[in-house]
């Protein structure tokens, strides 16, 4: 089993519309959690951290369950620009980020 | 913000030729660097970490002595891609990060490396 899954879409949405992307990892000693963008096949670039409280960032939304080890990402309004592929991320304090393979979106007008 | 510098982010090169990149941390010493590989549709896998003046540790799978690692200053690392071939193809991507098991990693821009 993969340490971090994601499903890897794409998500073909129109602008304006909410898409809600999930992952699930399976290392339960994992401490830190993000979301990651990556556009490209260029270096990935941190969107947001994830919080067992969950938290927002504009029109990011991002929930964290830790007893059913679920992470998840909501975008709003949906902008041409959130076109990328968006990678769930984990890690263990002092270790190296383990990436879940990412989920494309695709935004079209 | 922090950053991070990779060298060179587009390498074209016969089967054979060995490759190096480089990456450094251009305002903040870099204790811990971490080297990945992304092939296409795949996601990022670690290949191994290296610590500042120690032997990496490589992950499962991958041939130390085929990709060499050397971190020998707080601010550079290099890899080696030795006698590289076409299954080498592929985007590696480096991070650093400083002394403190939760500060962040910061990566570099990748390295597209293509083998004829």
């Known amino acids: 089993r993969k340490e971090v899954e994601q499903d890897p879409g794409p998500f073909n949405v129109p602008e304006g519309a909410t898409v809600a992307f999930n992952c699930t990892y399976s290392?339960?000693?994992?401490?830190?959690f993000f979301w990651y963008r990556q556009d490209c096949r260029k270096e990935p670039k941190l969107l947001m951290s994830?919080?067992?409280s969950g938290n927002e960032d504009g029109r990011f939304t991002a929930q964290l369950n830790r007893a059913s080890q679920y992470i998840s990402l909501l975008i709003r309004d949906s902008k041409l620009s959130d076109s990328a592929t968006y990678l769930c991320?984990?890690?263990?304090?002092?270790?190296?980020?383990?990436f879940g393979k990412g989920t494309t979106l695709s935004v079209s007008s | 913000g922090a950053v991070v510098s990779q060298h060179p982010s587009r390498v074209i090169c016969k089967s054979g030729t060995s490759v190096k990149i480089e990456c450094r941390s251009l305002?903040?010493?870099?204790?811990?660097m971490f080297w990945y590989r992304q092939f296409p549709k795949q996601s990022l896998m670690l290949m191994a970490t290296?610590?500042?003046?120690?032997?990496?540790?490589?992950e499962q799978g991958v041939e130390k002595d085929k990709f060499l690692i050397n971190h020998a200053s707080l601010t550079l690392s290099t890899l080696t891609v030795t006698s590289a071939h076409p299954e080498d193809s592929s985007f590696y991507i480096c991070?650093?990060?400083?002394?403190?098991?939760?500060?962040?990693?910061?990566f570099g821009d990748g390295t597209r490396l293509s083998i004829l």
């Open positions: 991070s650093a990060r400083a002394a403190g098991s939760n500060q962040p990693q910061h």
């Open positions: 290392n339960s000693a994992s401490q830190s």
């Open positions: 994830v919080y067992s």
């Open positions: 991320v984990v890690n263990q304090a002092g270790t190296a980020l383990i």
């Open positions: 305002d903040f010493q870099a204790t811990t």
């Open positions: 290296s610590n500042e003046g120690s032997k990496a540790t490589y």
